[in-house]
């Protein structure tokens, strides 16, 4: 697939507008004192209706907006792509808060090529705050420039991490999740878990968090999130800090430059 600079901000811009009109959608049913189903069945069902309420937009805006662009439907699976073009969307981040009457939810949608995120948006309905990054150019936050925080002391420090998708049939996951947390609790201010992970990430991009990590896979929420702070000027790794974080990595970690180095080792035991 060939594209010029041009390409890719028209894109960025019909993305945007498409994105926001889910997001418009979505908040035109959004209910504070909604509360979730009271079994398992309930709450799948719940979660799948409301994806699939806005997930029709999206595909059919962007597909309009580059034909040549597939879809990925997988967004909860980890791994490489295949090779070529695909837009990886999460109709609702969050989709839990949002079922719940919970505020944090979003909607992204990110271009993948060839296993390379191009460009996202992380758009944020209730606060109108709208998250977007270009390979190479930036990231911004409402179009104005992002940059990580700047501190150098883990023990001022707020972090996050999030939940893995399938935790619960993992208990090797879960036993991992948990060393990380209890090991991080012991060196940082203040430690963050929830969801959507894509906001938690735009956050640290943003300079509101210092750090986010997560064990396990969430495809469509790091995608979006690894690009909006890299390109911001934080640094993404696996939680060993051995390589940059990919699709296929089992772990990841997004941290502001000052504080990556000391963030891997207040993981420490816990990777192992």
Request: glycine content about 10%.
């Amino acid at each position: 697939m060939v594209m010029d600079k041009n390409d890719d901000e028209r894109w960025l811009a019909g993305a945007v507008e498409i994105v926001h009109g889910a997001g418009a959608r979505l908040l035109s049913h959004f209910d504070v004192a909604r509360r979730g189903a009271l079994d398992v069945p309930g709450v799948s069902s719940a979660v799948h209706a409301i994806d699939e309420f806005v997930a029709e937009d999206l595909r059919r805006g962007l597909s309009r907006l580059v034909p040549e662009v597939g879809w990925f439907d997988d967004q909860e699976e980890g791994g490489d792509l295949p090779p070529g073009a695909f837009w990886v969307c999460d109709p609702v981040s969050g989709v839990v808060n949002y079922v719940q009457g919970l505020i944090e939810w979003c909607t992204s949608a990110t271009l993948i090529v060839d296993n390379e995120a191009i460009l996202t948006v992380v758009h944020a309905p209730l606060t109108k705050e709208t998250y977007t990054a270009q390979r190479g150019r930036g990231a911004w936050l409402n179009g104005r420039t992002i940059r990580p925080s700047t501190r150098r002391d883990l023990r001022v420090a707020m972090v996050a991490t999030s939940q893995a998708y399938a935790v619960q049939e993992n208990p090797e996951l879960a036993q991992r999740i948990g060393r990380s947390l209890t090991s991080v609790m012991r060196k940082t201010m203040l430690v963050r878990s929830g969801v959507p992970a894509s906001m938690l990430v735009a956050y640290v991009a943003d300079g509101r968090l210092d750090a986010f990590w997560l064990h396990g896979s969430n495809r469509a929420d790091l995608l979006a999130g690894g690009l909006l702070a890299r390109e911001a000027g934080a640094i993404v790794s696996d939680a060993e800090g051995s390589a940059p974080w990919t699709g296929a990595s089992s772990s990841f970690v997004a941290a502001a430059p000052g504080l990556h180095a000391a963030f891997l080792g207040a993981l420490g035991g816990a990777n192992a």
